[in-house]
Structure formats: C-alpha cells, structure tokens
C-alpha cells in the first residue's frame, strides 16, 4: 500500500490520551520511514492540499515528490542491511 500513498491526513485531539497511542505512533514512524507527508491539524493539511492543488494544476511533481514517486528514507537500507547480517549470522551459527 505505502507506493501508492502520497499523503496522510490523521486527525488528532492532542490534548488526549488515547488507549491507542502506539498505534498512532507506528502510523508516524511509517510515514517518516517512507518519506509519505502527514498531517495531523487542519491547518497543516489546509497547507498541504493548497500545495497538491498547486502541483496537480502544474504538473510539478518535485513539490511532491511522494504523490508521483516512491520514496524510501536512507535509514531503510541501514536497517535493511543490518537486518540481512543477523539473518546470515544465524545461519552460520545453526550449521
């Protein structure tokens, strides 16, 4: 799902605590891994629509590059990579 997601707007009463809390903190560490735009006020996602509107009626996909292209943070590699060590180091161990 997450190559065809270009923004997420996820309303939320900050002045609540909610009994899913970690939830929506995946939900943010998502969007930041993959470099996918969320906003969680009106008025950011007042902002953002204004900005698609505008890059729509251009045709200007560099103003967001997430709604015409999929994009991934330098960190998933990292993790990617450290997570393919592991893997091949326990099963070096298991042999």
């Known amino acids: 799902c997450l190559e065809d997601l270009g923004g997420i707007i996820f309303f939320m009463d900050p002045m609540s605590s909610h009994p899913h809390e970690a939830d929506i903190t995946s939900l ?3 969007a930041n891994v993959h470099n996918v735009p969320i906003m969680t006020n009106p008025t950011a996602a007042h902002a953002f629509t204004h ?3 505008q890059a729509l009626a251009k045709g200007a996909r560099e103003m967001i590059p997430s709604f015409f292209y999929t994009l991934e943070s330098p960190s998933v590699a990292v993790y990617k990579e ?3 060590q592991v893997v091949e180091k326990s099963i070096q161990i298991g042999k």
């Open 51 to 53: 900005v698609l509107k």
């Open 28 to 30: 943010i560490r998502l």
């Open 82 to 84: 450290s997570q393919r």
